[in-house]
């Protein structure tokens, strides 16, 4: 079976590569246009302080955050529904509360720590009057009745609803487009993905169009577009963020135990603000206001995967800054050879489990449910409204009903004597370096001959370990390179904190390349 995958994949590239390129053909090399306004480049955690005591109104923000995301979405084309102008009537409320000085700047420090900071949303997730329907082809649009749990957190928290942002259909692919709102691009290079399924989220992030994004993860959508964006995205521990009111779902009593709602933010120093933010009243509690000593974590990490032979191995140069991090931090070569079964048990794991909403479940009132059969067929004639990953999802749940359950105890056998063996290694003061993912950012449509290396991520999710992908400086092409730290449940505290220092020490979010800048990228030493 490895071998029939490997290979599949290499088959696959003969297609996939040259359809990569006809398809960029039509991409016409363009450049973002610059960022004007200084309020774009301050982190949340300072502009939320500005803002309480009266140094900048909320509606100064949000208007240069609309203006932004007026200016890079016809290039990037990652909005699917706005509501500037309800925003803009909220940071005004916003701005009079203030004036007003009802409450003390300690008290709104407490009570509202995103008092009038915009917040952008992966569609997926529900808010109340807006397009919900996570890439799906529908008749009718199908608008959220309500909030998702975690967004009803952060308007009580004062943070403002922007938008929602572009998925691939039911977030179910690696790249981010859609038969409804189409491809978005990576703001570094149109002509390459900015990953998914939080690429909408992760395009805006990066141009400078949004600050604080709400996202979602399952097998590596918010860590892998934070890495080809060059932003920080982080995969929290286990129901410490509520996963209600996101599409898909499922009804899996341990859906949670994979799933999550996760941040993405421009800036580490904004992860903990907007995590505390989203956090479940009724979850796990994650100390992420103690304050920790980059001095005091231990470091571990391994390169590669195993090895394997199913992953490809690193680029020269991711394999390179990814030594040279590991070399920063004195970290500990480990080499945890059951990490050579990600793949078996991540798919094992997942694909097994029952009731997860595909387009094989949830229809609109009064059609009749599709089978995969005929979807396949009217899929390869061009008559389906899905894309593919959509389709072929049916035949691989499917395809492991027939493994026999002996082979899916033995992989979930290997997967408790992981989490044992890193809760081991790790404690309460470790972490574990390991890729994001083996090369930066691809052209569109090559994630299908590389479908095997999100295993790099997704194996985390299995195990139920939280992990930040962090941003540690630019490759030869001036592409975002990333890397993922991980801790032991509970400990996410320790992640972030690894992520600010990074973001200290290795420069952070680099501004893509505009129209008026003479380079593209950012500065030698933020270059791998």
């Not at 509606?59 to 909005?79: M, T």
């Not at 529908?138 to 609803?161: C, H, L, N």
Request: net charge positive; with cysteine.
């Amino acid at each position: 079976m490895r071998r029939f995958l490997r290979s599949a994949m290499i088959v696959f590239s003969w297609f996939v590569v040259p359809y990569s390129r006809y398809t960029n053909i039509k991409v016409i090399r363009r450049k973002l246009p610059p960022i004007r306004s200084h309020l774009l480049e301050i982190p949340a955690v300072d502009l939320a302080k500005l803002i309480r005591t009266r140094k900048i109104k909320s509606e100064e923000v949000v208007e240069a955050y609309i203006e932004r995301c007026r200016q890079v979405n016809p290039l990037i084309n990652a909005i699917v529904q706005d509501r500037f102008e309800e925003a803009l009537e909220e940071a005004r409320e916003i701005d009079n509360v203030i004036a007003m000085g009802i409450n003390s700047v300690e008290s709104m420090e407490e009570l509202t720590p995103l008092l009038g900071i915009p917040v952008t949303v992966k569609e997926s997730i529900a808010v109340k009057g807006m397009t919900n329907q996570a890439g799906r082809v529908f008749k009718t649009p199908q608008i959220a009745k309500s909030d998702a749990p975690v967004v009803e957190q952060i308007k009580r928290s004062g943070g403002i609803i922007l938008l929602v942002s572009n998925t691939p259909e039911l977030c179910l692919l690696w790249e981010t487009y859609n038969n409804v709102t189409g491809q978005t691009k990576n703001p570094y290079d149109l002509k390459r993905t900015p990953g998914g399924s939080s690429g909408g989220e992760a395009a805006l992030l990066a141009s400078g169009a949004s600050l604080l994004g709400l996202t979602s993860d399952i097998g590596g959508s918010s860590r892998l577009p934070a890495m080809f964006s060059g932003i920080w995205g982080h995969k929290p521990t286990p129901y410490a963020v509520s996963f209600k009111g996101h599409h898909p779902t499922s009804d899996f009593p341990k859906w949670g135990d994979f799933f999550t709602i996760a941040p993405m933010t421009r800036y580490a120093k904004d992860l903990p603000l907007l995590l505390k933010c989203m956090s479940d009243p009724t979850g796990p509690k994650l100390t992420l206001d103690r304050p920790i000593s980059v001095n005091g974590i231990r470091f571990f990490f391994m390169d590669n995967d195993g090895p394997s032979g199913m992953m490809r191995p690193l680029s020269r140069d991711l394999h390179a800054a990814i030594n040279r991090v590991a070399t920063d931090f004195n970290a500990k070569r480990v080499n945890i050879r059951k990490m050579k079964w990600s793949l078996d048990i991540s798919l094992s794991a997942m694909l097994t489990m029952k009731n997860i909403e595909t387009i094989y479940h949830k229809t609109e009132e009064g059609e009749q449910p599709k089978t995969v059969c005929k979807e396949t067929v009217k899929y390869f004639f061009g008559c389906s409204d899905s894309i593919l990953p959509s389709v072929i999802f049916g035949h691989l749940q499917n395809f492991m009903k027939i493994i026999p359950n002996s082979r899916h105890k033995h992989l979930a056998s290997i997967i408790e004597a992981l989490k044992t063996e890193f809760k081991e290694m790790l404690g309460n003061d470790g972490v574990f370096l390991y890729p994001t993912f083996p090369n930066t950012a691809h052209q569109h449509y090559q994630i299908y001959h590389k479908l095997l290396e999100p295993m790099y991520m997704a194996i985390f999710n299995t195990l139920g370990l939280p992990v930040t992908n962090c941003m540690i400086g630019l490759d030869r092409r001036n592409l975002p390179m990333g890397i993922q730290v991980v801790a032991n449940p509970g400990q996410d505290h320790l992640s972030l904190a690894v992520a600010r220092e990074m973001e200290r020490r290795y420069g952070g979010w680099v501004r893509p390349p505009s129209e008026d800048s003479h380079s593209s990228g950012g500065s030698s030493k933020q270059r791998g």
